[in-house]
């Protein structure tokens, strides 16, 4: 499973999702849905400009995490 710290990232900076997608221009329904982590896909563009908003690497933003029932 793909975990998102979007939500991390924006409550170490005291942001709201109003702030981001002023600042970015993004969707506020994209930035909720990432904040909730109930999204299923992202656009290239979306994680770019998030990335350079918060100035991270992808991999600050997204973690890969094998799910327990893929453990062998």
């Known amino acids: 499973m793909i ?3 979007l ?7 005291k942001l709201k999702i ?3 997608a002023r600042d ?3 969707n506020r329904g994209t930035i909720t849905r990432l904040y909730q982590e109930t999204a299923t896909r992202v656009e290239l ?3 770019d400009s998030l990335c350079a908003y918060f100035g991270c690497q992808v ?3 997204f973690e ?6 893929d453990a062998s």
């Open 3 to 5: 975990k998102c710290h």
């Open 59 to 61: 991999g600050d933003l």
């Open 45 to 47: 563009d979306v994680v």
């Open 7 to 13: 939500s991390r990232l924006m409550g170490e900076r």
């Open 64 to 69: 890969y995490r094998r799910a327990s029932s």
């Open 18 to 20: 109003s702030d981001v």
């Open 24 to 26: 970015t221009g993004i």
